[in-house]
């Protein structure tokens, strides 16, 4: 049996009404040297019949009994079937348009920089319209065409979707795997890749149809809490957080204030508060000053973190440092 340029995992739990489909998405793409790995994780409806059906009637799906216990655990009982220099993830309800494969090779063969690309996508839901936020998040998906521009923001929200990811196998067995505990697996494993010195970015065609409905993960699974993912944020903030040296956190509303806690946990003060608001102003917020932003000059020693979450915000921050002299990544960290 020859060895597949890429293997595309798939785990499916209970998705009888969409897994033909995405299965056929994969099977049918212009990449044809590929193998579909489908991990049934415990389905009590026609999952596995129907995936077991498109094994019989194309020798390069193959399919795997998961243990019926989460996606990290189907994940880990597929993966150990994946013979591809390259991985794909693939989730049962979603669809991939058929060059999303043959053009995230290419970009991964075109620079060995990078460990993963994931790909712009369209968010679709069949009950009804997708929400302004969700629209937003693709729009701001597709913006991470560079490294750069990736790395920039993979502390405010996660930087690939997963699904549509391919990226290289040695890159993932590098970085540790998927990992289960109270966080989301994919954007820790994105800020592991990082943490190691790995490239990520998306293309900007959009390549996957990514579906959105009330009973997704990210709304249900206690590892997608606000708590969770701050705690995670704090985790990788601390990497370029120096050590022994109080952080300036940049919005004192809720956010800034539960991440100056964190870090706090973690080892990292907060010297002061910068704020907008008038009636925040001259305030001491758990010891520390509440301050304008006027009050900031040149770089100094200690890091800024940007923690404001309103729209456009991260922008404006973004512009009003960079006048000052701050560099992104070596002075500051957005984090919202």
């Known amino acids: 049996m020859t060895t597949p340029l890429i293997s595309v995992l798939m785990p499916a ?22 193998e579909l790995i489908a991990v049934d994780d415990g389905s009590s409806d026609e999952t596995g019949r129907i995936l077991a059906r498109l094994a019989r009637e194309d020798a390069r799906a193959r399919l795997v009994q998961g243990p019926g216990q989460g996606l990290v655990r189907a994940l880990w009982a597929g ?62 998906l597709g913006s991470l ?12 929200e996660s930087p690939l979707c997963h699904p549509s990811v391919t990226m290289r196998k040695a890159a993932l067995e590098a970085a540790g795997g998927f ?59 601390g990497e ?10 940049w919005g004192a509303g809720e956010l800034g204030l539960a991440l100056s806690r964190l870090l706090r946990a973690e080892g990292f003060g907060t010297d002061r508060f910068i704020e907008v608001s008038p009636r925040k102003l001259g305030q001491r917020i758990e010891g520390a000053p509440v301050v304008a932003p006027a009050s900031l000059g040149p770089p100094g020693e ?20 960079s006048g000052l002299g701050w560099q992104e990544g070596r002075h500051f960290t957005c984090a919202a």
Request: glycine letters at 4%; proline letters at 7%.
């Open 145 to 156: 065409t560079t490294p750069e521009l990736l790395f920039a923001d993979r502390l405010v």
């Open 13 to 34: 739990r209970n998705a009888a009404p969409t897994v033909e489909g995405a299965a056929r998405s994969i099977l049918e793409q212009s990449l044809r040297d590929l």
């Open 179 to 237: 990992e289960e505990g109270d966080f989301p697996e994919d954007w820790q494993l994105w800020l592991k890749l990082l943490s190691r010195g790995f490239g990520l970015k998306n293309l900007p065609e959009v390549l996957l149809r990514w579906r959105d409905r009330d009973s997704r993960l990210t709304r249900t699974d206690p590892r997608y809490s606000k708590r969770s993912i701050l705690r995670l944020k704090a985790r990788y903030l």
């Open 240 to 249: 370029v957080l120096p050590r022994g040296r109080p952080s300036i956190v």
């Open 302 to 321: 200690l890091h800024l973190v940007a923690a404001v979450g309103a729209k456009g915000a991260r922008q404006e921050i973004r512009e009003r440092l």
């Open 79 to 140: 993966l150990p079937h994946c013979r591809a220099p390259y991985l794909a993830r693939m989730d049962a309800d979603d669809v991939s348009l058929p060059s999303r494969l043959e053009k995230s090779v290419a970009a991964l063969e075109a620079d060995p920089r990078l460990a993963a690309v994931g790909t712009a996508v369209e968010v679709f839901r069949e009950d009804r319209p997708v929400s302004p936020n969700m629209q937003l998040c693709a729009r701001w």
